[in-house]
């Protein structure tokens, strides 16, 4: 008896300490396979970033929105999708066209004077309010942030041993990937110090909206 109380205490601790790593590290390895994919956040963020134009209040909304939503999901996707049936639909379509109108004026920047994409040393870039307007809308008006964050990662966290770590996984990858798309931008100022890298991107970001777009109008 003696033995037993002994040992058992220290096996059960580690068995728990296994199982909520196990939940973390789940959480970290899907939010990462979820976030690396390009989308509408990545490509604002990384635009920003080679531009250097608030970096931090960007790399900060987002993480702190991701982790918004990646808790609703852990915690309440069920509950929601029931009380409000209408939501998909809704996030659909209203995201399609916020990403085809997005794609619209990157394309239309990629075809005006490659130069103009070139941001002046001295001159100011957009002010920081209506940057965080357009960061807001590409999270919360972006039904493949809901889909990822929201019923994805909320439905995994059902099956595992920890939720809430599991949660915390995901929050760690968002909060990372961000960071280190937007800081590490810096790296590839000289690649876009010409005005065709430039002209390249916004192509590329135009690409990506309009599929993403499409691919929600298709999907319905």
């Avoid at 059960?12 to 509408?40: P, T």
């Avoid at 999901?73 to 997005?102: C, D, H, K, M, N």
């Avoid at 135009?206 to 999907?219: I, S």
């Amino acid at each position: 008896m003696i033995g037993t109380r002994r040992y058992s205490h220290p096996i059960r601790l580690r068995e728990v300490i296994r199982l909520m790593l196990s939940s973390y590290l789940s959480g970290l390895s899907l939010g990462f396979s979820l976030i690396l994919a390009i989308g509408a956040q990545n490509a604002f963020l990384l635009r920003q970033g080679l531009r250097g134009e608030h970096v931090l209040p960007i790399c900060v909304l987002f993480t702190l929105s991701d982790a918004l939503l990646i808790t609703l999901g852990v915690t309440s996707f069920a509950a929601v999708s029931r009380a409000v049936p209408a939501i998909e639909p809704l996030l659909r379509w209203g995201g399609a066209l916020f990403l085809l109108v997005y794609a619209v004026r990157s394309f239309r920047a990629a075809l005006g004077s490659p130069e103009a994409l070139v941001p002046a040393s001295g001159v100011p870039g957009r002010p920081l309010g209506p940057t965080l307007a357009v960061a807001l809308a590409l999270t919360f008006a972006n039904p493949h942030v809901y889909l990822d964050a929201v019923v994805l990662i909320g439905t995994v966290s059902t099956r595992q041993p920890d939720p809430a770590l599991f949660g915390a996984g995901a929050m760690t990858a968002s909060a990372v990937f961000f960071f280190a798309l937007g800081f590490g931008a810096r790296r590839l100022r000289p690649v876009f110090a010409r005005p065709r890298s430039w002209q390249m991107l916004e192509v590329t970001i135009g690409v990506v909206m309009t599929m993403l777009g499409l691919g929600l109008l298709v999907g319905g």
